[in-house]
Each structure stands twice: as C-alpha cells, then as structure tokens.
C-alpha cells in the first residue's frame, strides 16, 4: 500500500494515498480498533450540512474569504451526497466529544476542498481547523449534528413509516367493522367486539405516537452550535449561530433555532432522551400490535385462527406446511434492541459531568438505529403482513358462540349473580348458555334471544 505523510501537533504519521482524511483520523483510527460499528452516516452527513453552513456564515460575517467557502462547500455537498463514504473509517467506540469525527469530516472537506481550489488555479488553500472549522469546537459541532441527523430521521424516515402503517389500520379498521368477534382480556373471554373495533385501538396507538415524534422533534431543533468549547462562544461571531441555524434551515427545509444557554446544549442530552422516550413508546406500541397479530392468526387449527395472514415463507425446516407470523417477530425483535437503546441513552444522557456530555457518539449511533429499525420494521410488516390481514369468518363465529361471557348482557335483566350462575353452570355442564338459563328457569328461550344479541353487546346501550 502507498502512503502519503501527513501531520498535526503531534508531528507526522503515513496516510493511505488514495484516501482523503488527514493526520487525526488516522490516529484515531489507529487508536481504537473497538467493534465494527462505524459512526452513521446520517451524522457525517449532518456534519457535512453543518460545515457548509458555517463557512456560509462565517464569509457573510467577513471572516472567511468568498472561495474558500465555496471550496468547503463544493466538499461539503459531495459527502452529503454520498460520494465519499469511504473516507470516513472511524468508529463509534472513540473520544465521548466526538472530536476525532469532526476532525475527519474537517481533513475530508480540506483535501476535496484543496484539490478544488488546485483546479481552478487558486493560490488559496484550506487548513481543516483554521478554515473549515473556523469559529467551532467539537463540543459544540458534534451535539449540532446529531441534532440535524436526529430531526431528519425522524421526520423524513419514521414519521412518514409510522403514516403507511396506520393508513393501512384505518383501512382495515372501516373495512372489518360488523365483523363481531369474541373480546379478550386478561387472556380470557370477554364481551363481544367486533375486528374493525379492535384494530381501530392499533391506529389510534400510532396516531398517538406519530403527535409524540414530531412534538419531541421540536426540541431538537434548538442547535449548539455558537457555544464553541464550554458554552461561552469563545472565538466565535455573536451573530454565528444564528446565520449559521439559518443556513441550515434553508438547506434541509427544517426550522433550526440557536439554543438559547449553550451551557446546557454542551452538556446535557434531555432532547435526546425525551425524543427517544417517542420513539420507545412507538416501540411499545409495535410490540402490542404485532403480539396481537401472532395471537389473532395463531393456528391453523389449534391456536385461535381468528385472522388470516400472507405465509411470506416456509416456517420450519422440519415440519411441512408450516406457516410462522415471521413479521411478527422481525417486529418484537426489533422493539427488544430498542427497548436496549433507550436504556443505553438514558445512562449516557445522565454522565454530563461539569461543562461536557461525552457520550456524544454512543448516543447518536442508538439513537440512530432505534429510528432506522423501526421505519424499516414498521413498511416491512405493513407490506407483508398487515395488509393482508383477513377474519376467519369461521372460527370468529364459533368462539363468539361458545363464549360465556355473552351472559353479561343478561346483567340489567336478571342481575349479576343470576347471570353468574348460567355462566358457571353452562361451563361445568358444558351446555350452552341458552340452554342453561331455561334450565335454570330464569329466562325463556325468546326472553334470552332478545337480550343476548352479541352485534347490540358492541356498543353502549341505546
């Protein structure tokens, strides 16, 4: 392998030729063989957003020359774009600041930037601290770029998931309607309900948690940057953070704001974890809906078969014929990691000791991946499973029949301890309610058709 030699404080260190990062990345990279998890792209690409902004910022305000802003800029565009994703080795498990990820994104720019500025016969040339990191720090960079990365995530990746999903309930929910099925609570036999009912409880959950994201969204639009190291926006324009929000506003079409106590935007996390609190009660909804879902269709013929599902694939490699919910369970699994994920931000969240969190890349890379398993989770399942949930018509009817609990629309006219006793009766006997209650004398047969109409149980009496 060819190297190039490049250098910091610190002096020289070989770089491979053929990449674009610089004499810190390559420490870094050298220094922490920890895991394979590589920092996520959708943070390189907020910082790249971030370092365009900056320069755009700083040029306005005089203190950045016009073509060297657009050198960071041309750079900065092509690794928001994707087109240098291999310049950016470096792992989650590094400093807690995040510095060595924002000094790789600075070489990066610099180097593509440098080779610009060569091309076009420019004299003028970029130092990745002095220029393309020109009035920040890495304290307040990185908590800016996850912040960007988070708000894009979420309103651009899951909240619209969460939407296909839900239109897809809502539909169902209309469609099944009159289907009047046994209730259950308690893992037991409860009145009658019909199916649109009971799915309309599942739109009504994701509904609920799509208000959740984008009200905590809104919190993370406040962004740090402005702070610099410690809060007091030591060597940075007042007028910076507020251009360069505007900036970044005007580039992801979001509404970015200064915070405005930098010494909290530096040090404390509560944006992140309450935006991740959305997300895990998303999670305990998807595990809800598809528990119910495996429930529903559990079977063919000895489970409660009440729903039919697509069989996307064969389900064991031993017993023929056999159908798995599959999507079910990519679900729950799903929800698991991010169950984990919020335990793992909420401890980090909390380590913001004196002016400095640094749990900075640990929680951007759960953060992260919360989002992007369940967008992924949630179309997967909504494409392969929950549209073609259908009732068993058949076995729905025969567990409303044989349901006990019907006896609980006898209570107004005999009284609860009466419609107890049929209930109590028919089961040890293993009679039929109907037949019980005239039995026991305390209805007639047509007293009993008239009051015990399951569709009339599904409502509030009239």
């Given at each position: 392998?060819?190297?190039?030699?490049?250098?910091?404080?610190?002096?020289?260190?070989?770089?491979?030729?053929?990449?674009?990062?610089?004499?810190?990345?390559?420490?870094?990279?050298?220094?922490?063989?920890?895991?394979?998890?590589?920092?996520?792209?959708?943070?390189?690409?907020?910082?790249?957003?971030?370092?365009?902004?900056a320069?755009?910022?700083?040029?306005?305000?005089?203190?950045?020359?016009e073509?060297?802003?657009?050198?960071?800029?041309?750079?900065?565009?092509?690794?928001?774009?994707?087109?240098?994703?291999?310049?950016?080795?470096?792992?989650?498990?590094?400093?807690?600041?995040?510095?060595?990820?924002?000094?790789?994104?600075?070489?990066?720019?610099?180097?593509?930037?440098?080779?610009?500025?060569?091309?076009?016969?420019?004299?003028?040339?970029?130092?990745?601290?002095?220029?393309v990191?020109?009035?920040?720090?890495?304290?307040?960079t990185?908590?800016?770029?996850?912040?960007?990365?988070?708000?894009?995530?979420?309103?651009?990746?899951?909240?619209?998931?969460?939407?296909?999903?839900?239109?897809?309930?809502?539909?169902?929910?209309?469609?099944?309607?009159?289907?009047?099925?046994?209730?259950?609570?308690?893992?037991?036999?409860?009145?009658?309900?019909?199916?649109?009912?009971?799915?309309?409880?599942?739109?009504?959950?994701?509904?609920?948690?799509?208000?959740?994201?984008?009200?905590?969204?809104?919190?993370?639009?406040?962004?740090?940057?402005?702070?610099?190291?410690?809060?007091?926006?030591?060597?940075?324009?007042p007028?910076?953070?507020?251009?360069?929000c505007?900036?970044?506003?005007?580039?992801?079409?979001?509404?970015?704001?200064?915070?405005?106590?930098?010494?909290?935007?530096?040090?404390?996390y509560?944006?992140?974890?309450?935006?991740?609190?959305?997300l895990?009660?998303?999670?305990?909804?998807?595990?809800?809906?598809?528990?119910?879902?495996?429930?529903?269709?559990?079977?063919?013929?000895?489970?409660?078969?009440?729903?039919?599902?697509?069989?996307?694939?064969?389900?064991?490699?031993i017993?023929?014929?056999?159908?798995?919910p599959?999507?079910?369970?990519?679900?729950?699994?799903v929800?698991?990691?991010?169950?984990?994920?919020?335990?793992?931000?909420?401890?980090?969240a909390?380590?913001?000791?004196?002016?400095?969190?640094?749990?900075?890349?640990?929680?951007?890379?759960?953060?992260?991946?919360?989002?992007?398993?369940?967008?992924?989770?949630?179309?997967?399942?909504?494409?392969?499973?929950?549209?073609?949930?259908?009732?068993?018509?058949?076995?729905?009817?025969?567990?409303?029949k044989?349901?006990?609990?019907?006896?609980?629309?006898?209570?107004?006219?005999?009284?609860?301890?009466?419609?107890?006793?049929?209930?109590?009766?028919?089961?040890?006997?293993?009679?039929?309610?109907?037949?019980?209650?005239?039995?026991?004398?305390?209805?007639?047969?047509?007293?009993?058709?008239k009051?015990?109409?399951?569709?009339?149980?599904?409502?509030?009496?009239?």
């Amino acid at each position: 392998m060819e190297y190039r030699v490049e250098h910091d404080t610190l002096g020289e260190i070989n770089v491979p030729a053929d990449k674009f990062w610089g004499a810190q990345t390559e420490r870094s990279k050298q220094n922490f063989p920890i895991g394979g998890e590589k920092m996520p792209a959708e943070i390189i690409q907020a910082f790249a957003i971030l370092k365009k902004s900056a320069a755009k910022a700083n040029a306005d305000l005089g203190l950045l020359e016009e073509e060297k802003a657009e050198a960071i800029a041309h750079a900065a565009d092509q690794i928001a774009d994707g087109k240098l994703t291999e310049h950016f080795p470096l792992v989650v498990w590094q400093t807690g600041s995040g510095t060595q990820s924002n000094m790789n994104v600075n070489e990066v720019i610099a180097f593509v930037g440098n080779k610009w500025l060569e091309e076009k016969g420019s004299s003028l040339r970029l130092h990745p601290n002095d220029d393309v990191n020109k009035s920040q720090s890495s304290n307040d960079t990185y908590p800016t770029a996850m912040h960007v990365a988070a708000v894009l995530k979420l309103e651009n990746v899951v909240i619209p998931a969460v939407g296909v999903l839900k239109n897809t309930l809502k539909e169902k929910s209309e469609a099944f309607m009159d289907v009047v099925k046994i209730g259950r609570t308690h893992l037991q036999d409860a009145t009658p309900i019909t199916l649109g009912q009971e799915i309309s409880g599942w739109h009504r959950m994701l509904e609920k948690s799509e208000h959740m994201l984008k009200e905590s969204a809104a919190h993370l639009k406040e962004l740090a940057i402005g702070g610099t190291a410690v809060g007091t926006g030591l060597n940075a324009h007042p007028a910076f953070s507020e251009k360069v929000c505007h900036a970044i506003s005007e580039t992801t079409g979001k509404s970015f704001v200064p915070a405005p106590n930098k010494f909290h935007s530096l040090t404390s996390y509560d944006e992140t974890v309450y935006a991740h609190g959305a997300l895990k009660a998303l999670a305990a909804d998807m595990m809800k809906i598809a528990n119910d879902v495996r429930w529903l269709a559990s079977g063919p013929r000895s489970g409660l078969g009440e729903i039919t599902i697509p069989a996307n694939e064969p389900g064991s490699s031993i017993m023929p014929g056999k159908v798995n919910p599959t999507q079910s369970e990519a679900v729950t699994m799903v929800v698991a990691q991010v169950m984990g994920n919020d335990a793992t931000i909420g401890f980090a969240a909390s380590q913001g000791n004196f002016e400095l969190n640094v749990f900075k890349p640990v929680m951007a890379y759960n953060f992260l991946q919360s989002c992007t398993l369940l967008a992924d989770s949630m179309l997967s399942f909504n494409e392969r499973c929950a549209t073609g949930i259908e009732p068993n018509q058949e076995q729905i009817d025969k567990h409303l029949k044989n349901s006990l609990m019907l006896v609980t629309a006898l209570n107004p006219h005999i009284g609860y301890e009466n419609a107890a006793k049929i209930a109590k009766t028919a089961f040890e006997n293993k009679a039929t309610l109907k037949d019980t209650a005239v039995e026991l004398g305390l209805l007639t047969a047509e007293e009993f058709d008239k009051y015990v109409n399951p569709k009339e149980m599904t409502h509030p009496l009239a």
